[in-house]
């Protein structure tokens, strides 16, 4: 197997996200450690499809695994905020154009510290796109999903939970849950469902099945730990209980903020939002209070949806916000 070398993220930057403000404080760094199969890249022709990326970064203790369950293609319709036009020709700008829409990742992380493995998310499982990767995914790293000792879903939005219930089984059968009670009770509420669009009713049905069959799944209350030096953050406004995921040790730290960001249209306009939320102006509101914050202290991030493995920085260049992705590279 090739030889692969860390690199270090910037270290020692003061981290004011993550405490008593918006999300708490700490450090950033850590080592970017690519274990890619076959050919990088994309998946966009069947000559590439068997290939299954994985990358792992070092923080502290921990070893974080990015894994993806497929891709989709999102309609250039599916940004409010901007004309189709204006996104497909982004999208063209990018190279994330597809003649159906946007080329949409879904990244999944694993955590593990020796002890435990925390899967953050578990994609659309075959219901969207082309996905239903993640168990060669985990497979690939050595593990079985019955080997997931938690799972924690950031929201209840069909391609972050689909891969928890196939075929009306619980597809983690060990593994505590962990959604946010808020949106617990928004996806399992009768009359919310009742009254939604066509689009969303697979999040509310599959909402329900999680539910019922994971007898062990624990609502959260707000920011919290869920294990030494694994930490919920609340990013309300996407969902009403759309959280992030902080990961911090020995002074290093990477957060998940999951759909906070999109490709093409994030993080240089926060009023461009995507077809599936419940709150728009909630979820631009963070956004805008997010974004600068992140930027002015360098943040590392780890992303659903951006090209793999979702892993970057919001900066700032003359004061208008890009997406950087994060620095990695084979051994010579």
Same mark, same amino acid.
């Given at each position: ?246 990961? #911090?040790? /020995?002074?290093?730290? =990477? $957060?998940?903020?999951?759909? @906070?960001? *999109? !490709? ?6 926060? &009023? ?21 914050? #992140?930027? /002015?202290?360098?943040? =590392? $991030?780890?992303?659903?949806? @951006?090209? *793999? !493995? ?6 700032? &260049? ?15």
């Amino acid at each position: 197997m090739t030889q692969l070398s860390r690199r270090a993220f910037a270290g020692g930057l003061p981290l004011g996200l993550f405490g008593g403000g918006l999300l708490g404080s700490g450090l950033i760094g850590g080592g970017l450690l690519p274990l890619i199969t076959g050919t990088p890249g994309l998946a966009a022709s069947p000559a590439v499809a068997n290939v299954t990326p994985l990358a792992q970064i070092k923080v502290g203790r921990f070893t974080v695994t990015a894994l993806t369950d497929g891709y989709a293609d999102m309609p250039y319709t599916y940004f409010p905020g901007r004309t189709a036009a204006q996104v497909e020709q982004a999208a063209v700008a990018q190279f994330v154009a597809r003649p159906s829409g946007v080329r949409f990742l879904f990244n999944q992380f694993l955590i593990e510290d020796g002890d435990r493995k925390i899967l953050l998310d578990t994609g659309p499982a075959g219901s969207i796109g082309q996905t239903g990767a993640l168990p060669k995914a985990l497979a690939a790293v050595g593990l079985r999903r019955d080997q997931i000792d938690a799972v924690i879903v950031t929201h209840m939005h069909q391609d972050h939970l689909g891969g928890l219930v196939v075929g009306g089984q619980a597809n983690y059968p060990n593994a505590d849950v962990f959604i946010d009670r808020r949106d617990i009770a928004y996806w399992t509420d009768p009359a919310k469902r009742s009254g939604a669009p066509d689009y969303l009713q697979p999040s509310f049905q599959m909402s329900a099945e999680v539910v019922r069959l994971y007898p062990r799944l624990q609502a959260i209350d707000g920011q919290r730990e869920i294990a030494r030096g694994i930490s919920i953050v609340d990013l309300t406004g996407h969902t009403p209980g759309h959280i992030g995921v902080r990961i #911090a040790d /020995s002074g290093q730290s =990477l $957060i998940m903020v999951s759909d @906070m960001v *999109f !490709p093409v249209v994030h993080p240089g306009a926060t &009023d461009v939002g995507f077809l599936f939320e419940q709150d728009r102006l909630a979820a631009k509101t963070m956004r805008d209070r997010f974004f600068p914050l #992140a930027a /002015s202290e360098g943040a =590392l $991030i780890a992303s659903t949806h @951006m090209a *793999f !493995p979702g892993l970057g920085r919001i900066v700032s &260049d003359r004061g208008q916000l890009g997406w950087q992705v994060a620095d990695w590279a084979l051994q010579t």
